[in-house]
T-cell receptor, first 113, second 110 residues
Framework: GAGVSQSPRYKVTKRGQDVALRCDPISGHVSLYWYRQALGQGPEFLTYFNYEAQQDKSGLPNDRFSAERPEGSISTLTIQRTEQRDSAMYRC???????????FGPGTRLTVT | AQRVTQPEKLLSVFKGAPVELKCNYSYSGSPELFWYVQYSRQRLQLLLRHISRESIKGFTADLNKGETSFHLKKPFAQEEDSAMYYCALLVAGSNYKLTFGKGTLLTVNP
């Protein structure tokens, strides 16, 4: 079946612009995670949804970052007033009944110029 | 706070040689440990988890609580094993968020 999809795959934006990154999880997966991966680093947790409820947003670096999953399926990660330090790979993962087995999407490479 | 350390950024071996990718963690409780792999131009995928104690693609990893390690091993490396490997830790009650190491790039030379 179809895996986790993310769009766009690549995004180049100018500093100060807002961006919205989309994640479409595997159908039926109740849990959804966002991670950010800077160059040379491992993925770092940003936020977690269980159905439509945002259960944990402790990893969001500041209030420019927000995420939603209004119908418990597709999720959007929004970064307002982007800065160069926001440049990274943004990864989405979803899981079903076993939350330990997370399936990752291909990621969105964000570059802020 | 928990931490995962992968001391080697790069590891290069010849085909048929044994390979060991090191992973150490710091956490006072009983974590769950995982290895994720990313092949070139592919997405991150789960390779194995210590709870299942299985061998995937010839790789094994044993959780050593005394040494707080979860090293990944394979007796005979293959060229198709060339990839980026990430060790990850999950803490119970943490909403199942994974803490990753920085990764080790394994290159298996012919």
């Amino acid at each position: 079946g179809a895996g986790v999809s993310q769009s766009p795959r690549y995004k180049v934006t100018k500093r100060g612009q807002d961006v919205a990154l989309r994640c479409d999880p595997i159908s039926g997966h109740v849990s959804l995670y966002w991670y950010r991966q800077a160059l040379g680093q491992g993925p770092e947790f940003l936020t977690y949804f269980n159905y439509e409820a945002q259960q944990d947003k402790s990893g969001l670096p500041n209030d420019r970052f927000s995420a939603e999953r209004p119908e418990g399926s597709i999720s959007t990660l929004t970064i307002q007033r982007t800065e160069q330090r926001d440049s990274a790979m943004y990864r989405c993962a979803s899981s079903s009944q076993d939350p330990r087995e997370q399936y990752f999407g291909p990621g969105t490479r964000l570059t802020v110029t | 706070a928990q931490r995962v350390t992968q001391p080697e950024k790069l590891l290069s071996v010849f085909k048929g040689a044994p390979v060991e990718l090191k992973c150490n963690y710091s956490y006072s409780g009983s974590p769950e440990l995982f290895w994720y792999v990313q092949y070139s131009r592919q997405r991150l995928q789960l390779l194995l988890r210590h709870i299942s104690r299985e061998s995937i693609k010839g790789f094994t990893a044993d959780l050593n609580k005394g040494e707080t390690s979860f090293h990944l091993k394979k007796p005979f490396a293959q060229e198709e094993d060339s990839a980026m490997y990430y060790c990850a830790l999950l803490v119970a009650g943490s909403n199942y968020k994974l803490t990753f190491g920085k990764g080790t790039l394994l290159t298996v030379n012919p």
